[in-house]
């Protein structure tokens, strides 16, 4: 059992049902050992006179007195009196009760009254000497009625004890709820700052509260406000940064232009690399400038209706294109007609980074295959986009990391061969926009398979805070992560 709520009510209400059945024993039990003394007290003084009423009947006239006798014997209700002479016959020829012959041998031999308890009854002997020298033993047989609180039909106990046990489980449960609506309430609050609802607070939930459940709804609220203050500061740190280093990049390009004018022969080779350099900088500030604009939700997200299968021919058509140069070739095994409403140019993009990958880190002379179906989950159409290369793959402790921002892998990702290390990132960014997923796994057959599932109702998200999950905390959604450009 899972639920909290359930545990806490289930333990208060065994807990309850146990006190009332311990309050319930130890007062029939304390009573009956009061009762018990008081009528031990009564029998000695009584039963003596009785047992001296009947012999006198007896032996004055007959069974027949004896008989009346013992049915006008004020016992209490539920008891039967026997009378047996010295021989331990008893006299009128009743059904003696098993058991009673050691109490009716200890009466013969004392003027004490003997008492006995045992099987829901009590016997008391009682022992009386006649002037003719016969000794007659009265035995009287008790059935002490039930105690007040068990008194009545089973109907009646039956209605008492469910009486009782519903007003304990009204009780408890009243209880469970009170100390477990605002831990469900913190739960649901923690979920929305793990999906990156910064703004999202406890609030009020416990203000009525003193205890040491509303202290942790406030100190969650102090701590969820200091994240979201570093998360935003962070954001701004990295976008500024990036505003900045445009301009001295900028002017940076315009020296590199004039100087490449008046070059000569033997400074053109260290022009050539600051110009690779140039560029591959102005690639990460751009990249940079890209994931900022998502992470603070002001990317521009005017939906449009977007055939995936126009939009992956087409992003397949350019890859190709760049395969080129290291003889290889993107292919399209399967590719079923869907269509999306979402951002085209961030479906380009999210899809251009990991077919670039495939194509960056695919084996020289292979192909890359993508697959586009169309498939249904549940209650709900996806487009599914796989990507598969046939390169070395990623090692599986690895895969779970390799969506994080400008993470490589150190023996295939190296600087001459990879990218920013931020490509995938925005592809995980840009298809969670869209209410996707991304994963990835190393194929059976060697290389690597990123996919990509989106819902095909094209909803995006509607709360833009979701968007921003700060760098450090960024991960797929589910499964392991992708190759990086």
């Known amino acids: 059992m899972r639920s909290l709520y359930a545990k806490i009510f289930l333990w208060f209400w065994l807990a309850m049902v146990l006190v009332i059945g311990t309050l319930v ?16 007290e009564l029998d000695k003084m009584l039963v003596p006179l009785l047992a001296e009423r009947c012999a006198k009947a007896y032996e004055e006239q007959g069974k027949t007195a004896l008989s009346a006798s013992l049915k006008a014997l004020p016992p209490p209700r539920g008891s039967h009196a026997y009378f047996f002479g010295e021989d331990e016959t008893e006299i009128l020829g009743q059904a003696v009760p098993n058991e009673t012959h050691a109490i009716i041998q200890r009466a013969m031999h004392t003027d004490n009254t003997q008492i006995e308890y045992g099987r829901g009854r009590r016997l008391v002997a009682q022992s009386v000497l006649r002037r003719t020298g ?70 009020s939930a416990g203000v009525k509260r003193r205890d040491e459940i509303a202290d942790l709804g406030r100190d969650f ?27 001295p990049l900028a002017r940076l390009s315009v020296a590199l232009g004039l100087a490449w004018r008046n070059a000569n022969p033997e400074i053109e080779s260290s022009l050539e690399h600051i110009e690779r350099e140039t560029d591959r900088l102005n690639e990460l500030i751009g990249a940079l400038l890209s994931l900022a604009r998502l992470e603070s939700g002001t990317e521009p997200t005017n939906r449009e209706a977007v055939n995936l299968e126009a939009l992956t021919r087409e992003v397949i058509d350019d890859a190709n294109f760049e395969g080129q140069s290291r003889n290889v070739r ?7 007609a869907c269509s999306i409403s979402g951002i085209r140019g961030a479906l380009r993009s999210a899809l251009e980074n990991v077919l670039r990958n495939a194509v960056n880190y695919t084996a020289s002379g ?32 690895l895969l779970g990391s390799i969506f994080k921002p400008f993470y490589r892998v150190a023996d295939a990702r190296e600087r001459s061969s990879g990218g920013t290390g931020l490509g995938l990132t925005i592809t995980d960014r840009i298809v969670h926009l869209h209410g996707g997923t991304v994963r990835a796994w190393n194929s059976e057959h060697g290389g690597l398979i990123v996919e990509l599932r989106l819902p095909l109702s094209g909803a995006l ?25």
């Open 330 to 336: 993107v292919r399209i095994s399967r590719c079923q």
């Open 366 to 397: 292979t192909e890359v295959e993508v697959t586009l179906d169309r498939i249904h989950d549940a209650t709900e159409d996806f487009a599914v986009i796989q990507v598969r290369d046939h390169g070395n793959g990623v090692p599986e402790e």
């Open 134 to 203: 016969k000794r007659y033993v009265l035995l009287l047989e008790v059935r002490p009625p039930l105690r007040p609180f068990l008194q009545g039909t089973h109907q009646m106990l039956a209605i008492r004890l469910a009486s009782v046990l519903m007003v304990a489980a009204l009780l408890c449960l009243w209880l469970a709820r009170y100390i477990t609506a605002p831990v469900i309430k913190l739960r649901k609050i923690t979920r929305q700052l793990a999906e990156g609802n910064l703004g999202a607070r406890v609030g």
């Open 25 to 40: 024993f130890s007062i029939g039990l304390t009573q009956s050992k009061a009762t018990n003394a008081r009528e031990e």
């Open 461 to 485: 998200s509607a709360n833009t805070e979701s968007l921003s999950v700060p760098l450090q905390a960024w991960r797929p959604a589910a499964g392991p992560a992708a190759h990086l450009l």
């Open 221 to 247: 609220d102090n701590m969820a406000e200091r994240l979201e203050a570093l998360m935003l500061s962070q954001r701004r740190l990295m976008t500024d940064i990036s505003h900045e280093l445009r301009s």
